[in-house]
Nanobody, 115 residues
Framework: QVQLVESGGGSVQPGGSLRLSCAAS????????MGWYRQALGKERELVAR???????NYGDSVKGRFTISRDNAKNTAYLQMNSLKPEDTAVYYC?????????WGQGNQVTVSS
C-alpha cells in the first residue's frame, strides 16, 4: 500500500522560511513526478511546485523565485524550501506523487504565515 509521509509546515512570520518534505513508500515501482499543491480557505487547489524524475521543475506563478523544489530519487523523497513567505501563502499543502498510472496524495500540512 502506497504511503506518503509528509513533514514540515507550521506557523511563521512574513518573510520567514519553512521546509516541507514528502517521502513515498510501499508499492510504488516508479515515480514520474512529485510535487505540492495547496488549497487556501475558499479557494481551489493550485499547483505550488512539481519536479520530474529527470529533475525538470515547474512552479506556480505566485511562488516563483521564492520556493525551490528538489528530490532524492534514491529515497523517493521530495523537498520544498519556502522562503520569503507571505500571508497569502497560508494554505494546506498537499504532497502529490504521479506514478504514471496513479496519483497519490498526502494528508496535507497546514502552513500559516502571520504576524
Amino acid at each position: 500500500q502506497v504511503q506518503l509521509v509528509e513533514s514540515g509546515g507550521g506557523s511563521v512570520q512574513p518573510g520567514g522560511s519553512l521546509r516541507l518534505s514528502c517521502a513515498a513508500s510501499g508499492g510504488i515501482f516508479s515515480i514520474n513526478a512529485m510535487g505540492w499543491y495547496r488549497q487556501a480557505l475558499g479557494k481551489e487547489r493550485e499547483l505550488v511546485a512539481r519536479i520530474t524524475s529527470g529533475d525538470s521543475t515547474n512552479y506556480g506563478d505566485s511562488v516563483k523565485g521564492r520556493f525551490t523544489i528538489s528530490r532524492d530519487n534514491a529515497k523517493n523523497t521530495a523537498y520544498l524550501q519556502m522562503n520569503s513567505l507571505k500571508p497569502e501563502d497560508t494554505a494546506v499543502y498537499y504532497c502529490n506523487v504521479d506514478s504514471g498510472e496513479d496519483d497519490y496524495w498526502g494528508q496535507g500540512n497546514q502552513v500559516t504565515v502571520s504576524s
